[in-house]
């Protein structure tokens, strides 16, 4: 079992700034990559941005930019840095592990940016 716990979601103006945490727990033998979905409201889950646990990042075109992924391997963890938050951004946003046997999930932080 792989525990994925997300933080740092929350309601914020548009223009601003939030910072994502997720820590994962559990049966982690060697993490691939971790990345970000989000999901809006009548629309399907999209891939926000990626991180391989050698560094390598892979954002979705509208956050290019804006948007910033790291990974702590150390302590399991994964962030997203958000900045010039749009409307738009508003979504669940979930953290995702892969490694060798699977993917796992948590259960999402809501971000709602106001305009």
């Known amino acids: 079992q792989v525990q994925l716990v997300e933080s740092g979601g929350g309601l914020v103006q548009a223009g601003g700034s939030l910072r994502l945490s997720c820590a994962a727990s559990?049966?982690?033998?060697?993490?691939?990559?971790m990345g970000w979905y989000r999901q809006a409201p009548g629309k399907q889950r999209e891939l926000v941005a990626a991180i391989t646990a050698g560094g390598t990042t892979n954002y979705a075109d509208p956050v290019k930019g804006r948007f910033t992924i790291s990974i702590n391997n150390a302590k399991n963890m994964v962030y997203l840095q958000m900045n010039s938050l749009k409307p738009e951004d508003t979504a669940v946003y979930s953290c995702?592990?892969?490694?060798?046997?699977?993917?796992?999930w948590g259960q999402g932080t809501q971000v709602t940016v106001s305009s």
């Open positions: 995702n592990l892969n490694q060798a046997w699977g993917d796992y």
């Open positions: 559990g049966n982690i033998v060697r993490i691939n990559r």
